[in-house]
């Protein structure tokens, strides 16, 4: 079951597959939710992609600080 979000809820998102933003949930209908960034930007996102928690958030970041592999770590 889908959570309900609120107005004025705290929430993060994962930017890129790699950051983790803060952001406030401004509205909430039909399964996407209205952000607010910051003071002035703004975003609107499917519910499954906010997280309550930046620890829940951080489980789904696909990039963990892993090296990139370059040809010359093959020979």
Sequence with gaps: MMEK????DQCYIVEN?????PAVVVRSS??????????EKGIRVRESRLY?????????VRYHNTPRRTHHDYE
């Design 5 to 8: 979000w609120n107005p004025g």
């Design 17 to 21: 597959n790699m950051h983790i933003r």
């Design 30 to 39: 039909g399964g996407f939710c209205t952000l607010r960034l910051g003071n």
């Design 52 to 60: 309550r928690t930046p620890e829940e958030a951080e489980m789904h």
